[in-house]
């Protein structure tokens, strides 16, 4: 099946700073990708939609100016999480899709992001 | 309300013996329904999908089923292994050819026992 690589698998950073988790489709081109939060215990929250060349979609009340989305290029996609605080901490995934329809979509293995 | 509801929320069941778990939709238009398998602290990995028309698929242990007009789905699974612990999560797809959105179920946390 197609692979998505997500990277860092974990990673700590101090409060009010910032870091990038990056989602790449290594065998295909993924035209979207999406993004998500899990809280322990809950399932996978969308965050925001991907789609290459454009401006991400954003899900309501999620911060477009904290959680930067960037998509350059059909197999890369990054998440930037911007002056962090604890309460960002959290589990995040992408998928990426490789289609415009209602394709299956592959998800990366997630982020674990703790900010101390 | 497009929701997705998975049930039980937990299960603990011993080594070798067979469980089912359950999945009602209210999503329309349908599109899909999927399966997939997330471990602890990994992304999770889709055992089945399946449109409209499709009753019934298999993925080894794994077979789910779909009743399009009780909107009802199961996930069966069949002589688990200390393995199959992890989240099951039920999967709808909502749309048509005018665009898709995906709605999540909670999930539900399998544990095998030995």
């Known amino acids: 099946g197609a692979v998505v690589s997500q990277h860092p698998s974990r990673v ?22 999406f993004w998500y939060r899990q809280f322990p215990k809950q399932s996978l929250m969308l965050m925001a939609t991907s789609n290459e060349g454009s401006k991400a979609t954003y899900e309501q009340g999620v911060e477009k100016d904290k959680f930067l989305i960037n ?12 002056s962090a605080h604890p309460e960002d901490s959290s589990f995040y995934i ?12 592959f998800f990366g293995q997630g982020t674990r992001l703790t900010v101390v | ?35 997939y398998k997330q471990d602890t602290g990994r992304g999770p990995v889709s055992l089945t999908i399946m449109t409209f028309s499709e009753n019934t698929k298999s993925n080894g242990r794994y077979t789910a089923t779909l009743d399009a007009d009780t909107k009802q789905s199961s996930l069966h699974i069949t002589a ?3 393995s199959d612990s992890a989240s099951y999560i039920c999967v709808v797809s909502k749309g048509n050819t005018g665009g898709f959105k ?12 030995a």
């Open chain 1, 12 to 33: 700590i950073c101090k409060s009010g700073t910032s870091v990038k988790i990056e989602c790449r489709s290594l065998d295909f081109q993924a035209t979207t990708m």
């Open chain 1, 71 to 82: 998509h350059a290029s059909l197999t890369l996609s990054t998440l930037t999480v911007t």
């Open chain 2, 80 to 82: 688990s292994q200390l």
């Open chain 1, 94 to 105: 992408c998928s990426a899709r490789p289609g415009s329809r209602d394709t299956e979509a």
């Open chain 2, 1 to 35: 309300k497009n929701q997705v509801e998975q049930s039980p929320q937990s299960l603990i069941i011993l080594e070798g013996k067979n469980c089912t778990l359950q999945c009602n939709y209210t999503v329309s238009p349908f599109s899909n329904l999927r399966w």
């Open chain 2, 102 to 113: 995906t709605i999540f179920g909670a999930g539900t946390r399998l544990f095998v026992k």
